[in-house]
């Protein structure tokens, strides 16, 4: 099944102790560009979802946010800082036993000290954190796998319509081809009759002119490439797997059968086909550029 390479999912679930909530979004890229907006505390998460979203998606501008909040174990850890704390008790009693001052101090009293908490960030398990975050990126994943696939669905359907009508249009071109040189061959006839009157005409001469037009005009090669690289084409679209590097060549060379083809005709209606031709060319062109 073909994918979009425009998607977007989210997911949002409570993993041990912790609400997090994940959005990955993507849009049209070369190839895959991966970003992510995270918690500073939690960076180290940055490569292992890079690496885990680059196993399912090959092309594409990547996006992915997450927010992570702590329910039930504190983010911080405050201690004690025992040497402050000792000097600062003994200074007091000092006060006391040399100038008989009362000792009044308070646990209140106390907390005005500076430095005397130290606050810092509780070691944060990181296994434990990866594999909660896992659970809810898969989940996220699974949604904007599955709009990609929806998207890619009608992508193919455009393309599919495209390919038919050009289909059509060489269909014409084919039975039309050989008509030109009859009435090239008519014409060169009634204009040799109306220039030399009753003179006879060099049949061979008419086989020979006929011969070299119609080798000029032929299109047969281009026109049997051309349903070569449509037949391609559909098989792309039934394929699993990343595919729009390689419809994008494809492409590429049936724009070139289609020149061609318009170069070579000498006739107003296989003209007008080829144009039909381009111009579809040209619309499964801009689709497939949102083909994974």
Same mark, same amino acid.
């Given at each position: 099944?073909?994918? *979009?390479?425009?998607?977007?999912?989210?997911?949002?679930?409570?993993?041990?102790?912790?609400?997090?909530?994940?959005?990955?979004?993507?849009?049209?890229?070369?190839?895959?560009?991966?970003?992510?907006?995270?918690?500073?505390?939690?960076?180290?998460?940055?490569?292992? #979802?890079?690496?885990?979203?680059?196993?399912?998606?090959?092309?594409?501008?990547?996006?992915?946010?997450?927010?992570?909040?702590?329910?039930?174990?504190? $983010?911080?850890?405050?201690?004690?800082?025992?040497?402050?704390?000792? *000097?600062?008790?003994?200074?007091?009693?000092? #006060?006391?036993?040399?100038?008989?001052?009362?000792?009044?101090?308070?646990?209140?009293?106390?907390?005005?000290?500076?430095?005397?908490?130290?606050?810092?960030?509780?070691?944060?398990? /990181?296994?434990?954190?990866?594999?909660?975050?896992?659970?809810? %990126?898969? %989940?996220?994943?699974?949604?904007?796998?599955?709009?990609?696939?929806?998207?890619?669905?009608?992508?193919?359907?455009?393309?599919?319509?495209?390919?038919?009508?050009?289909? $059509?249009?060489?269909?014409?071109? /084919?039975?039309?081809?050989?008509?030109?040189?009859?009435?090239?061959?008519?014409?060169?006839?009634?204009?040799?009759?109306?220039? #030399?009157?009753?003179?006879?005409?060099?049949?061979?001469?008419?086989?020979?002119?006929?011969?070299?037009?119609?080798?000029?005009?032929?299109?047969?090669?281009?026109?049997?490439?051309?349903?070569?690289?449509?037949?391609?084409?559909?098989?792309?679209?039934?394929?699993?797997?990343?595919?729009?590097?390689?419809?994008?060549?494809?492409?590429?060379?049936?724009?070139?059968?289609?020149?061609?083809?318009?170069?070579?005709?000498?006739?107003?209606?296989?003209?007008?086909?080829?144009?039909?031709?381009? %111009?579809?060319?040209?619309?499964?062109?801009?689709?497939?550029?949102?083909?994974?």
């Amino acid at each position: 099944m073909i994918r *979009s390479m425009t998607g977007y999912g989210r997911s949002q679930q409570t993993v041990d102790g912790m609400n997090i909530t994940l959005e990955v979004k993507s849009v049209n890229h070369r190839y895959f560009e991966f970003s992510t907006r995270l918690p500073r505390s939690y960076s180290f998460l940055e490569e292992k #979802l890079k690496t885990f979203f680059s196993g399912t998606i090959s092309r594409g501008k990547v996006e992915c946010s997450v927010s992570i909040e702590t329910l039930e174990e504190p $983010d911080t850890v405050i201690t004690l800082n025992h040497p402050l704390l000792k *000097s600062y008790l003994q200074a007091y009693k000092e #006060l006391t036993d040399d100038y008989a001052i009362p000792n009044d101090i308070s646990v209140s009293s106390l907390s005005r000290v500076p430095d005397l908490f130290i606050v810092r960030k509780q070691e944060a398990d /990181e296994e434990k954190i990866w594999a909660a975050v896992s659970a809810v %990126a898969a %989940a996220a994943l699974e949604n904007f796998t599955a709009m990609r696939e929806r998207e890619g669905a009608k992508l193919k359907d455009d393309v599919s319509q495209r390919l038919d009508i050009i289909l $059509d249009r060489v269909s014409f071109i /084919e039975e039309r081809s050989p008509e030109t040189v009859r009435e090239y061959n008519e014409k060169l006839v009634a204009r040799l009759k109306e220039l #030399l009157g009753d003179t006879s005409i060099d049949e061979q001469r008419i086989l020979t002119e006929a011969a070299i037009f119609a080798d000029k005009i032929a299109v047969a090669e281009e026109t049997v490439r051309l349903r070569s690289h449509v037949s391609q084409l559909r098989s792309f679209l039934d394929s699993d797997g990343p595919i729009g590097k390689k419809m994008d060549f494809l492409v590429q060379e049936l724009n070139r059968e289609a020149n061609t083809t318009g170069s070579k005709c000498q006739d107003v209606e296989i003209a007008r086909r080829v144009v039909d031709i381009k %111009a579809e060319i040209e619309k499964i062109r801009e689709q497939i550029q949102n083909i994974e």
